[in-house]
């Protein structure tokens, strides 16, 4: 039998792993505006917005690669590889002379950082006791606002006496502290280690950590003609026009998500903030991060994930459209950290929501696409600010992130009368003999 106790060595290395991913992710947004001081860097800020999307490009090519070479390397070394990559990304940054150079390691790191919060969730899923996954997934996310604290608080200590570039150095110490952990201690998926032929290691491992040892699967089809059927699944006569809906719900989540981490404490410093608070802001708000990932789930179960989603999106955008204004001091710190409580969760209940869309065999190619075209709005959030902010509009900014939260809101609020309009989902076998 499976015991949260079972599961607590797999989710605290995994959450050291997420805890380093937060910090990596969040660490360019807190340095930013002393880079931007920087003459000898030559940074502007159309440069700074294409360097952030360089980052989450990498992570896309990232997560692409990650998924088609698990089954046949392993989680684990893929989780080492994952760290070792941004930790390198991190150094090659600190080195860098040039804002070329300093996108190269932006976009190495993206690598690193694409792969690793699926793998780390599928982990932590596989050891966890079925009754609470939700929950020992929800513990694994606050990990990475946790990191995200933790890049502010190096921003504001380390770039202001020691400069940016030793926040980046402090970003290689992943390479040092987790690897050798994940190595020593992390298990390997007894799923993976099966699929690969390892019967007798599998079953080990299961039977370590109070696991049901894992059966033989059938693979999807394989090949071009695979992939293209399990898309056109998704085209069905009852998730056809809920699709595209999904879509653009996780495109409008992780533009609101990777902008703001990329860019708030700017956008704070042109609105008349202070330097140091400006970076703080972006503590605050991972803080209201936390806040939003231990409710956001045990809300969702009452009042459903669609709902829920669609409230968070419009009360974020409510959240943006204060910020531009100029509130004193303390009311802007909390505007802020409740914002914080919405964005991050916002879009963690798309996922949710997309989870009840689509049948059993069609799930995982449903998150999958979902999850890919989402970070397409990680890639326009950074550049498109960057780009606002080069015209003198940075303040701009937030009109946007109300904007995107507005369509987010519609987008997902939609799903069920789409799901409505394209007919009944069809019955599987099973449910048709239960109600005989």
Request: contains cysteine.
């Amino acid at each position: 039998m499976t015991s949260f106790r079972s599961v607590f060595p797999v989710l605290a290395l995994c959450w050291l792993a997420v805890f380093f991913d937060g910090m990596d992710v969040n660490i360019y947004g807190a340095v930013m505006p002393y880079m931007l001081d920087d003459a000898g860097l030559g940074m502007t800020a159309a440069d700074a917005g294409t360097i952030g999307s360089w980052t989450t490009f990498g992570m896309l090519i990232g997560a692409l690669l990650a998924g088609n070479v698990t089954d046949w390397l392993g989680r684990r070394p893929m989780l080492v590889a994952s760290v070792v990559l941004f930790s390198l990304g991190s150094g090659l940054c600190a080195a860098a002379g040039s804002a070329g150079l300093f996108g190269a390691g932006r976009f190495v790191a993206g690598l690193g950082l694409g792969g690793l919060m699926p793998l780390c969730l599928a982990m932590v899923l596989e050891f966890a006791p079925p009754r609470r996954a939700a929950l020992t997934a929800g513990l694994l996310m606050t990990s990475y606002h946790v990191g995200g604290m933790a890049a502010t608080g190096l921003g504001m200590t380390l770039a202001p006496a020691a400069g940016w570039r030793w926040v980046f150095w402090a970003g290689v110490l992943p390479a040092v502290i987790a690897v050798p952990l994940l190595l020593k201690l992390l298990p390997e998926s007894p799923g993976v280690l099966l699929a690969r032929g390892r019967r007798d290691e599998a079953y080990a491992v299961a039977d370590r950590y109070g696991l049901p040892r894992p059966a033989p699967v059938v693979a999807p089809a394989a090949g071009a003609k695979g992939r293209l059927a399990a898309i056109r699944a998704l085209f069905r006569q009852e998730s056809r026009w809920a699709t595209p809906l999904l879509w653009l719900a996780s495109f409008c989540g992780l533009l609101l998500v990777y902008g703001v981490s990329t860019w708030l404490p700017q956008m704070m410093r042109s609105s008349g903030h202070g330097l140091d608070s400006s970076v703080s802001f972006l503590m605050v708000i991972n803080a209201g991060g936390i806040v939003g990932m231990l409710i956001a789930g045990r809300t969702a179960d009452r009042f459903g994930a669609v709902r829920v989603s669609a409230i968070w999106f419009l009360l974020t955008a409510a959240g943006a459209l204060l910020l531009r204004n100029q509130l004193p001091l303390g009311v802007t710190y909390l505007v802020v950290a409740v914002t914080g409580v919405w964005l991050f969760s916002a879009q963690v209940m798309v996922y949710a929501a997309t989870g009840t869309v689509y049948r059993d065999s069609e799930r995982a190619a449903g998150l999958g696409w979902v999850t890919g075209v989402g970070r397409t709005g990680a890639i326009v959030g950074p550049w498109l600010i960057g780009v606002l902010a080069q015209n003198g509009n940075e303040t701009w900014g937030f009109t946007a992130f109300a904007l995107t939260g507005a369509v987010g809101a519609t987008a997902i609020a939609l799903v069920p009368l789409a799901r409505r309009l394209s007919g009944p989902r069809p019955q599987s076998p099973a449910t048709v003999t239960a109600k005989a």
